[in-house]
């Protein structure tokens, strides 16, 4: 058993690293799509916000889909789709086909965001302790090698086929050879609740996603408005406005590889307030700051903070409804693009209308609510045990092996 959980974890790691890579690629490259396909500067933004909606729409279809077909099924034909529509943004010459392409990508997306964090979820309960944050930083990681992709590709004006073909060649099959380790998790209903009844219901999940909604309008505030932020507001030089989302992804990645062993020694409630006032602290320096260099101090600081909320908000859904948790993840992964949706333009009518200083201060807050929640996040002892993890591998289903 111990083997097939090993190999069930480093498959859907490389998962989460091949999505990263992907996603990092398509929106690092959007001034090039842009150009290829002529889209306008007024027409880009419903392009843009399509693919979110999109998304949503596939994570909602992926929580009714698990209840007739294996989530592991989901994630291997998801992943191909993913990395197929990627090329299809590289390759087309019309609008309407890239407006197909995209429309691919968003539903695939959802559908793979859902079910790599539902097998996830299934996977830190048969482990016993605390390893969502790992999957993570796999994320992490194949973001900051697919916008490293991207520079080269841009610096050395690489057409987007050129750029995108060897890595969907290399890391399709790759992602499609690995998913035969995945392990489908058996959801046991337990007596009482909503879990016992296999289905749970939004206002227990109220919670967790108003916290997903608030860290992904914190992530998006930094991922669309960092550049700008320490160009204009800030008086740094364009190469120095390129710096603060590499420095965020490099800190995400720092701060979700050492988040587990937190959630392990301390408990995964203290791991949350702590990444709340860290990202707080970060939005204030941000805000606050008189030079560029303390703003880049300030982006490190949100790194730290808001990496550790996603992972635990979807690894607290699957500890609120055990027998229910695929249900959950579905329905609190689709608040992952309502902040994403929000956060973007929230900032920028706030700066348009007041200050770009006094909107960084929105997230801000927002992110302090989270505080209220945390006790949302509470582990019972039915979960980790006393210290925060504890053996267990009756969880576990059978690894996917069939089609």
Not at 363 to 370: A, F, G, I, N
């Amino acid at each position: 058993m111990t083997d097939v959980l090993w190999r069930g974890r480093a498959s859907l790691t490389f998962s989460f690293y091949a999505q990263g890579v992907a996603f990092a690629l398509l929106v690092t490259r959007i001034p090039a799509i842009q150009d290829r396909y002529e889209v306008s500067d007024a027409l880009l933004p419903a392009f843009l916000a399509a693919v979110p909606i999109l998304a949503g729409v596939g994570s909602v279809a992926t929580g009714w889909l698990v209840k007739r077909v294996p989530v592991s099924r989901v994630l291997r034909w998801s992943q191909p789709v993913v990395f197929l529509s990627l090329l299809g943004v590289a390759a087309g010459d019309r609008m309407v086909e890239l407006g197909v392409s995209l429309a691919a990508f968003g539903l695939a997306v959802g559908a793979l965001d859902a079910s790599m964090n539902m097998l996830g979820v299934s996977l830190q309960r048969a482990y016993g302790r605390s390893i969502m944050l790992s999957f993570h930083a796999a994320y992490s990681l194949g973001g900051i090698f697919g916008a490293t992709l991207a520079w080269v590709g841009a610096r050395l004006d690489y057409a987007l086929l050129l750029s995108y073909l060897p890595v969907v060649v290399v890391l399709m099959p790759l992602a499609f050879v690995g998913s035969h380790w995945y392990i489908d998790g058996r959801q046991e209903p337990e007596e009482g609740g909503a879990a016992a009844a296999g289905s749970v219901g939004f206002k227990l999940l109220l919670p967790l996603c108003l916290v997903m909604t608030f860290a992904y309008i914190g992530d998006s505030t930094v991922s669309n408005w960092s550049a700008k932020y320490l160009r204009d507001v800030l008086g740094g030089s364009p190469e120095m406005a390129t710096v603060p989302y590499n420095v965020y992804m490099v800190t995400t990645l720092l701060g979700r590889s050492l988040g587990d062993f937190g959630v392990r020694r301390f408990g995964a409630v203290a791991v949350v307030r702590t990444g709340a006032v860290v990202a707080a602290g970060g939005f204030a320096v941000v805000a606050w700051a008189p030079s560029a260099n303390i703003g880049l101090l300030g982006f490190t600081l949100l790194g730290l903070g808001l990496c550790v909320l996603v992972p635990q908000t979807f690894a607290a859904a699957g500890r609120l409804s055990p027998g229910a948790s695929d249900a959950a993840v579905a329905r609190l992964n689709v608040f992952n693009y309502v902040g994403f949706l929000v956060g973007s333009p929230l900032v920028g009518a706030l700066g348009d209308a007041w200050s770009y200083r006094g909107a960084m201060l929105v997230p801000m807050v927002l992110v302090l609510v989270t505080l209220v929640y945390a006790r949302s996040f509470e582990t019972g002892s039915d979960r980790y045990g006393g210290g925060h993890e504890r053996p267990r591998t009756a969880d576990v289903g059978r690894g996917s092996n069939g089609l």
